[in-house]
């Protein structure tokens, strides 16, 4: 029986393989070095409130976790379950000019407001007779106006609230043509209320009013300039710059607010500017670029040139082994593990 799991083990090893997957040298980490007892598990969405505070949604942790630039941990809340202050794989997260806190809590389809203490202030999700009914929501923004938009990725819609929950409208279809989405991730909105999605599924970046009316689209799928492969998240700085976490080419690429390509960083890997699945970005209104590097269970903070400034994680080596696949027992009863991303085997 023995024998026969490690065949099959062999096998399995091997069609990961065949997949495409990287191979990669030795691991590296760029990291704060703090005492810490906490750790980031899939970082995605993160959010800056007044230059100063930065809120990380640690996804697999089901947790949000605030900090100051320097990546000092301040207070953290969440916890899974469906509770007022508990959370289930939430993906996003953002803040209007009041301070208040929006997060999308995916797995439990529903849009949560808290202080910026993270006390709970109220809930939307649904319930019988709602003009919404939110599956898998996991993009969230606010604009200035003080409007709320939530990208209902499931539904594969933009869905636009009130500061309380009250439903305003909604826009899109699944599709691929011009007001049609494809599992929608990101989303925010510039200084000029103009709304930027990252249509994931259709690898493109689209421009709409605050309203939902289309303005402009761009990109295909690729990995040259102005093309995505599967593109996570996006922000827009003061000067109406653009950055879109292009997850699938692990790296984030910038444009001006007609879709025209300027800079682009990042490629696989653990170094400096180095990703692996990138899936969250902000800015601060000193020009500072956050970014969830998800995969490396990390944050990173760059210029808006792409230059590293800072990386902070919580670090815990009893958990380096990074997204195992599979595991076996020899014979000897000695524990075998393999780790999809630098396709080796590990023995335990």
């Known amino acids: ?31 704060i070095e703090h005492d810490q007892a906490w750790h980031f598990n899939s970082p995605h969405g993160l959010s800056v409130f007044n230059n100063e505070d930065v809120y990380v949604v640690d996804t697999d942790n089901h947790k949000i976790r605030k900090f ?115 599992s929608p991730h990101g989303i925010t909105a510039d200084n000029n209320e103009n709304v930027y999605v990252a249509d994931a ?40 710059n653009v950055y879109v976490s292009d997850a699938g080419n692990d790296r984030i690429q910038k444009f001006n607010s007609t879709g025209d390509f300027i800079s682009t960083w990042g490629k696989y890997g653990y170094g400096e500017k180095e990703f692996i699945h990138p899936s969250g970005i902000a800015g601060d209104s000193s020009g500072n670029i956050y970014v969830a590097d998800t995969e490396n269970h990390r944050v990173g903070k760059f210029t808006i040139h792409g230059e590293p400034l800072l990386y902070w994680e919580g670090y815990n080596p009893k958990k380096k082994i990074e997204s195992p696949w599979g595991t076996t027992v020899d014979k000897d009863e000695n524990n075998h593990m393999t780790k999809n991303k630098s396709m080796c085997i590990i023995k335990i």
């Open 68 to 182: 100051n630039t320097k990546g000092e941990l301040l207070s953290q809340w969440g916890g899974r379950g469906d509770g007022e202050k508990d959370l289930f794989f939430p993906y996003d997260i953002a803040i209007d000019n009041n301070g208040y806190i929006y997060v999308a809590d995916t797995g439990n389809n529903r849009i949560v407001k808290f202080t910026t203490e993270g006390d709970f202030l109220c809930q939307w999700r649904n319930s019988e007779g709602d003009e919404y009914d939110f599956f898998s929501p996991s993009g969230i923004a606010t604009d200035n106006n003080g409007y709320v938009y939530v990208a209902d990725t499931g539904n594969n819609r933009i869905v636009k609230f009130t500061t309380e929950g009250d439903f305003l409208c909604s826009w899109g279809i699944k599709g691929d043509r011009i007001n049609e989405l494809n």
């Open 1 to 31: 029986m023995k024998k026969n799991r490690i065949v099959t083990f062999a096998v399995f090893t091997f069609l990961i393989f065949l997949s495409g997957l990287r191979v990669q040298g030795e691991d590296k980490y760029v990291k």
């Open 201 to 240: 599924g259709n690898n493109r970046i689209i421009k709409f009013t605050s309203q939902g009316d289309f303005l402009l689209k761009w990109g295909e799928r690729g990995s040259g300039e102005g093309e995505f492969n599967y593109p996570y998240a996006i922000t827009a700085d003061n000067d109406e």
